[in-house]
Antibody
Framework: QLQLQESGPRLVKPSETLSLTCTVS??????????WVWLRQPPGKGLEWIGS???????YYSPSLKSRVTMSVDTSKNQFSLKLSSVTAADTTVYYC????????????WGQGTLVTVSS | EIVLTQSPGTLSLSPGERATLSCRAS???????LAWYQQKPGQAPRLLIY???IRATGIPDRFSGSGSGTDFTLTISRLEPEDFAVYYC??????FGQGTKLEIK
């Protein structure tokens, strides 16, 4: 059974960089069938796509966040990561990692989500 | 940019009733790119339907999806207590509707 687990600091200071890692277990991240994705959801609100990365390292970012987002993948550790720079209180939200299956154009596995708070 | 608009925002029904949730796209989309998710408080979303009408693995047959072009529907034929949640539609990788909250009447 595939599992995804987010990890990283839960508290980040304004103007600093938020860093999260998603560890994938139960299957290899090096598959041509999937994209690995970060999404976020403010408490009580809807879902926002942050960006996607392929195992080769090709990444695609949300236009609204593109200037602040960097994603990377480490196939040796079966992990992918998110960095979001110059954070503000508006970036306080639950962050999810997920797997997007190309053949079904849907998110079939999700991490449990992690709440990251931006505060001094 | 495609925008998905879900209606109603909140739907109040009783167990055993039929629920009909709508998702309207701002322009015509491929049905193969349309999915539905269920989210309960404190949990990640769960995939229900992909390709507009194909149930994901393990999803009960009381859940069904339909539609094409700009109008898509998620139907729950007979509501069970565990079905009360928020439902999202999604297009391709990057677009989600704002959600419909299904609450107990």
């Amino acid at each position: 059974q595939l599992q995804l687990q987010e990890s990283g600091p839960r508290l980040v200071k304004p103007s600093e960089t938020l860093s999260l890692t998603c560890t994938v277990s139960g299957d290899s991240i090096s598959s041509s069938s999937y994209f690995w994705v970060w999404l976020r959801q403010p408490p009580g609100k809807g879902l926002e796509w942050i960006g996607s990365i392929y195992y080769s390292g090709s990444a695609y970012y949300s236009p609204s966040l593109k200037s602040r987002v960097t994603m990377s993948v480490d196939t040796s550790k079966n992990q992918f990561s998110l960095k979001l720079s110059s954070v503000t209180a508006a970036d306080t939200t639950v962050y999810y990692c997920a797997r997007w299956r190309s053949s079904t154009s849907s998110y079939d596995y999700w991490g449990q989500g992690t709440l990251v708070t931006v505060s001094s | 940019e495609i925008v998905l608009t879900q209606s109603p925002g909140t739907l109040s029904l009783s167990p055993g009733e039929r629920a009909t949730l709508s998702c309207r796209a701002s322009q015509s989309v491929r049905s193969s790119y349309l999915a539905w998710y269920q989210q309960k408080p404190g949990q990640a979303p769960r995939l229900l339907i992909y390709g507009a009408s194909i149930r994901a693995t393990g999803i009960p047959d009381r859940f069904s999806g339909s539609g094409s072009g700009t109008d898509f529907t998620l139907t729950i034929s007979r509501l069970e207590p565990e079905d009360f949640a928020v439902y999202y539609c999604q297009h391709y990788r990057d677009t989600f509707g704002q959600g419909t909250k299904l609450e107990i009447k």
